[in-house]
C-alpha cells in the first residue's frame, strides 16, 4: 500500500517513513504543499498524510485542492497545532482524520490502518472475473474458489489488470503503479510477474493477452470447458 507524506521536517519524515515501512507500507515523502500537489496529480496512492504547517502553501490548501480534483483518497492530517478550530477547518476541507504532533508511532499506525481499511470497504471490495475474484479489501484472490498463492506485487498487478478489463492496461501504468521513487520496478519486471500471474492462472478460463507495444488485457477464453 502506497502513502505519501507531505512533511516539511526531514527528521520527523524519516522516523513516520521508516515506522510506516516496518507495517509494509511503501512511504514517498516530499517537504513542501507544491511538491505534494504536484505528485499527487499524476501519481496513485492509497492515503496521503499531510502537514498543515508547511511552508507557502500549507497543509490545508493541498487538501483542498486535492478534493477539487475529485480525489478520494483518505487523507490524514498532522499539525503542532492542537486548537478545536484547526482541526474543525481540517475536517470540513475534507480530510478523514487528525493527528497532533506530538505522537506515538503505535497510533500513526492504527490510524492508518484504519482509514485505509474504511476506504477500501467503502469501495466495495470484490472484482471478480469468471472463475477470478479478488477482495481489495482483504488483499487477497481466489481461483474457483481456492486461495490463490500470490506475491504483494503479483496481487498489484493483478488488480490493475482486473481494473481495467475487457481493455488494455498499458505496461508504463503498470511500471508507475508498483514503483516507489526509491525502488524503481522495469518493465522487465512487470513481464515476470505477468509470467508467474499466467503460470497460475492456467487452466482456469482468465488469460492475459499481451498487446504488443501497449500492455496486457485480461479477459475470458472462449467456450472454456
Known amino acids: 500500500m502506497r502513502i505519501l507524506l507531505v512533511e516539511d521536517d526531514p527528521v520527523l519524515a524519516a522516523g513516520v517513513a521508516e515506522g510506516l515501512a516496518r507495517h509494509n507500507f511503501a512511504v514517498e515523502s516530499v517537504g513542501t504543499g507544491e511538491q505534494g500537489d504536484a505528485v499527487l496529480s499524476s501519481t496513485q496512492y492509497d492515503m496521503a498524510i499531510i502537514d498543515i504547517g508547511l511552508p507557502r502553501m500549507d497543509g490545508l490548501e493541498l487538501l483542498r485542492r486535492l478534493r477539487a480534483r475529485g480525489q478520494t483518497l483518505p487523507v490524514m492530517m498532522l499539525t503542532a497545532r492542537d486548537s478545536l478550530h484547526d482541526r474543525v477547518e481540517g475536517l470540513n476541507g475534507g480530510a478523514d482524520d487528525y493527528l497532533a504532533k506530538p ?29 477470478l475474484a479478488l477482495d481489495l479489501g482483504l ?43 526509491d525502488r524503481e520496478i522495469t518493465a522487465n519486471a512487470i513481464e515476470i510477474y505477468v509470467s508467474r500471474l499466467r503460470a497460475k492462472l492456467e487452466g482456469s478460463n482468465i488469460c492475459i493477452v499481451t498487446v504488443r507495444g501497449i500492455g496486457y488485457r485480461m479477459g475470458l477464453i472462449p467456450n472454456h470447458a
Request: net charge positive; charged share 20%.
Open 103 to 131: 505522537f506515538l508511532l503505535p497510533e500513526l499506525v492504527a490510524r492508518v490502518h484504519a482509514l485505509i481499511r474504511r476506504s477500501r470497504s467503502a469501495a466495495s471490495s470484490v472484482m471478480q472475473l469468471g472463475q
Open 139 to 181: 488483499h487477497q484472490a481466489q481461483l474457483a474458489g481456492q486461495p490463490m498463492d500470490l506475491t504483494g506485487r503479483e496481487l498489484d498487478v493483478l488488480q490493475q489488470m482486473l481494473l481495467a478489463a475487457p481493455n488494455v492496461v498499458n505496461k508504463q501504468k503498470l511500471v508507475d503503479s508498483l514503483s516507489r521513487w
